[in-house]
């Protein structure tokens, strides 16, 4: 049975940082693309950031360029995105999700993925 299980969120000021995790079991990360989502309050799920093992690429939406960082730790199967500089506009449910690694479709094709979290809140005031 595959769990993904995010945790991490929270509260916290613009301008300051939060770090996520994603615990996954039930599947060998080696075989999977990693993402990160969000959803906020009436909007679509957005495309994060996404970590694929073959080559360790990463990949990022514009928004969030040069202000969150997606790794992970192979022997935890856990992902992480660092999230700094946070602005009012990221607040968001962040989830993460699994796609089997020979996928190619776009990243932001939320039905190309497997498995999904519950999510975790993010919350930034102003």
């Known amino acids: 049975q595959v769990q993904l299980v995010e945790s991490g969120g929270g509260l916290v000021q613009a301008g300051g940082s939060l770090r996520l995790s994603c615990a996954a079991s039930?599947?060998?990360?080696?075989?999977?693309?990693m993402v990160w989502f969000r959803q906020a309050p009436g909007k679509d799920r957005e495309f994060v950031a996404a970590?694929?093992?073959?080559?360790?690429?990463?990949y990022y939406a514009d928004s969030v360029k040069g202000r969150f960082t997606i790794s992970a730790d192979n022997a935890k199967n856990t992902m992480y995105l660092q999230m700094n500089s946070l602005k009012p506009e990221d607040a968001a449910v962040y989830l993460c999700a699994a796609r089997r690694s020979r996928e190619t479709t776009g990243w932001d094709v939320v039905g190309a993925y497997n498995y999904w979290g519950q999510g975790t809140q993010v919350t930034v005031s102003s």
């Open positions: 970590i694929r093992w073959i080559g360790a690429r990463t």
């Open positions: 039930g599947i060998t990360f080696s075989s999977y693309a």
